[in-house]
């Protein structure tokens, strides 16, 4: 069936810079950023050590087959034990047979899944330092936008003094130091394992990096409206903001917050609407509903940014207290506090050539950071409760209570009341 002339499409690519992209560079970035080419060549170091990994696997699962592990720890380094020959005459003759089979005739590349002009393609815009490819924020559109065009747009958000400061007094060992006195002071308890996990790494500084929200901009929500193309081009919007997010997979901290993250995510459970995806929302749903009902939803504005840490290690507490059991036997609520106390005092991120601090909310990008803003959202909705059931009564508390749901930022409730009532009640949420 032919396409009408009037069919919407969405775009793929959305180009917002003033570069002019030819046929190949829009093909090749209309598959998106997480199609893969096929390699030109085989990597055989890659595949030899991938051979060795797995042999290790087997000679492990061998060894420990019988063994009950007594160790507690909840994180560690990865383990360089190589279980010795000659437990198993049948599997060291099979990782014979694997470390000898030659990898070189493996070494004939696969047939390519992109033409060779496409691969130019990808080459020149690798190249061009005058333009930045990011996804959007939210669906899986590519974004191209000149660099000092993004750059103004992460500039607006780093400085914003309310969040951020530029600092000069960044020192990834003063971090470590005071990571390594918590463990001391509230920590003792920890296994070895646990204490070389979070002390002894190779740290890197996080990056800061934004994506844009095309979403936000009603000059690039028009042209999507408009668009029988999946390409449009749209130079640099005044409308356009970014989601900044702080990649950290080998800060200083991304470890304790790792462990966090493991502590703290059984506390979730005893949030009264917390939803933990797709399916347990619709299971969460009523069979059925009023003529009257309506549905409605809220999401939080810029949750992750705008939690003071007060109130986020208020929050935190606050679980602890209520439902110590849901705690692991060995670590302590101080240990927790302390730890999340130096996770959010010391979010540094390099952008530009320079190093920032975030002194409000949590990084988006840290391990712990959903975990945390679920449960500092569910506190404030134990207030909320209270606070709309001295106002509106206990029933109306009570129909909240029943009908509320919340996956992270995004809120959902029928509503069952008067349309005035829902006003004067999101009045309360703000």
């Known amino acids: 069936m032919s396409k009408s002339s009037n069919d919407k499409v969405d ?13 190949n560079e829009i093909r090749i970035l209309e598959k998106g950023l997480k199609f893969t080419p096929t390699p030109q060549r085989k990597n055989i170091e890659e595949i030899s050590n991938d051979t060795a990994a797995f042999c290790r696997r087997l000679r492990l699962a061998e060894f420990f ?4 592990s007594t160790d507690d720890s909840l994180v560690a380094n990865p383990s360089n034990f190589n279980p010795p020959r000659g437990r198993n005459q049948q599997l ?15 070494s004939q590349p696969a047939k390519s899944n992109i033409r060779k002009i496409e691969r130019d393609a990808i080459e020149r815009l690798r190249k061009d330092t005058n333009i930045v ?13 000149d660099r000092e065009y993004y750059k103004s747009l992460c500039l607006s958000i780093l400085q914003d003094d309310s969040y951020y400061e530029e ?20 920590g003792s308890n920890l296994t070895k394992k646990e204490v070389d996990y979070l002390l002894d790494f190779d740290a890197k500084t996080s990056n800061f990096y934004g994506l844009p929200k095309i979403h936000k901009s009603k000059s690039i929500s028009e042209q999507c409206e408009k668009s029988q193309t999946a390409y449009i081009q749209l130079q640099s919007p005044t409308d356009l903001k970014v989601r900044p997010i702080v990649a950290g997979p080998t800060c200083e901290t991304h470890r304790i917050s790792n462990l966090l993250d493991i502590l703290l995510k059984p506390f979730i459970v005893n949030i009264r609407s917390y939803v933990r995806d797709t399916v347990d929302f619709l299971n969460r749903l009523p069979k059925q509903v009023s003529q009257n009902s309506v549905f409605v939803s809220f999401d939080a504005t810029n949750l992750y940014s705008n939690i003071p840490h007060e109130l986020g290690l208020e929050a935190i ?13 060995r670590y302590s609520k101080n240990f927790v506090l302390e730890s ?12 530009n050539g320079k190093i920032y601090r975030q002194k409000l ?18 506190y404030l909705e134990i207030k909320l409760y209270e606070k709309v059931g001295e106002k509106f009564g206990e029933e109306f508390k009570n129909n909240i209570i029943k009908s509320w749901k919340r996956y992270l930022d995004d809120c959902f409730i029928v509503w069952e009341d008067s349309i005035d009532k829902s006003m004067l009640f999101h009045e309360e949420l703000n």
Do not use: C, R
């Not at 690519?13 to 030819?22: A, Q, W, Y």
């Not at 003759?93 to 089979?101: A, E, L, Q, R, V």
């Not at 840290?366 to 449960?375: D, G, I, M, Q, S």
């Open 340 to 351: 999340l106390k130096l996770i959010l005092q010391n979010n540094f991120m390099h952008f």
């Open 133 to 145: 490819i990011k996804e959007a924020d939210k669906g899986s559109a590519v974004v191209i936008m």
């Open 92 to 106: 060291d003759k099979y990782i014979d047979y694997m470390s000898k089979f030659p990898i070189k005739s493996l």
């Open 167 to 186: 600092t000069t007094n960044y020192s990834p060992s003063s971090v470590f130091e005071s990571l390594a006195k918590i463990i001391q002071e509230h």
């Open 361 to 378: 909310g949590t990084a988006m990008g840290t391990k712990v950071a959903p975990t945390y803003a679920t449960l500092v959202l569910g």
């Open 317 to 329: 507490e606050y679980w602890l207290d209520q439902f110590p059991n849901s705690l692991h036997y």
């Open 11 to 23: 775009p793929k690519v959305i180009n917002l810079s003033s570069k002019v992209l030819s046929e």
């Open 65 to 68: 087959i019988d063994k009950d």
